[in-house]
T-cell receptor, first 115, second 114 residues
């Protein structure tokens, strides 16, 4: 059973470009969570999605950031018009149900560098 | 708001040395507490957890005790190995809107040298 997959593992973008980060949850998992880790900081919750629904986006910046988890395919975290401050590691996690944190399985992360 | 503070790294130890990584928390409610480990190039893995005061979580020789009076959850291991080299994250979770939101510390890098 493959774990949570994230790609790309490393992404380099110039200021003003768009960044698309993909997360494929574990098989049978329909809940996805995105976290961001800025340099020298802990992981911060961004958004929680179920298939085709955004459940909680309280940690998402109000502008330029969006997330989706379509019926088919991976979850996508999209950052438009990237700025240097978006440089960070972005982690996703998936779980089979809503509930306990210890059922969340993490992917290896995508390191975004904005030049 | 809720927060987790853990000791800064990197922590460098010789093999078989005793390990302590300090973690303290601030929370508005009664959180569950966790330690996660991240090996190079991999995602975070749950190492151990404790859900109420005085509970001791343990796994792979690591232990941590939920201390409500000192709001702490320090990670310990009696004898570290080179294979324990990784980044360790302390975290808390609280129920919010029917599911658990997690707050992580900044992580502590552990390097164990032979």
């Amino acid at each position: 059973n493959a774990g949570v997959m994230q790609n790309p593992r490393h992404l380099v973008r110039r200021r003003g470009q768009e960044a698309r980060l993909r997360c494929s949850p574990m098989k049978g998992h329909s809940h996805v969570y995105w976290y961001r880790q800025l340099p020298e900081e802990g992981l911060k919750f961004m958004v929680y999605l179920q298939k085709e629904n955004i459940i909680d986006e309280s940690g998402m910046p109000k502008e330029r950031f969006s997330a989706e988890f379509p019926k088919e395919g991976p979850s996508i975290l999209r950052i438009q018009q990237v700025v240097r401050g978006d440089s960070a590691a972005y982690f996703c996690a998936s779980s089979p149900r809503q509930g306990a944190i210890d059922e969340q399985f993490f992917g290896p992360g995508t390191r975004l560098t904005v030049l | 708001g809720d927060s987790v503070t853990q000791m800064e790294g990197p922590v460098t130890l010789s093999e078989e040395a005793f390990l302590t990584i300090n973690c303290t928390y601030t929370a508005t409610g009664y959180p569950s507490l966790f330690w996660y480990v991240q090996y190079p190039g991999e995602g975070l893995q749950l190492l151990l957890k404790a859900t109420k005061a005085d509970d001791k979580g343990s796994n792979k020789g690591f232990e941590a005790t939920y201390r409500k009076e000192t709001t702490s959850f320090h990670l310990e291991k009696g004898s570290v190995q080179v294979s324990d080299s990784a980044v360790y994250f302390c975290a808390l979770s609280l129920s919010s809107g029917g599911y658990q939101k997690v707050t992580f510390g900044t992580g502590t890098k552990l390097q164990v040298i032979p």
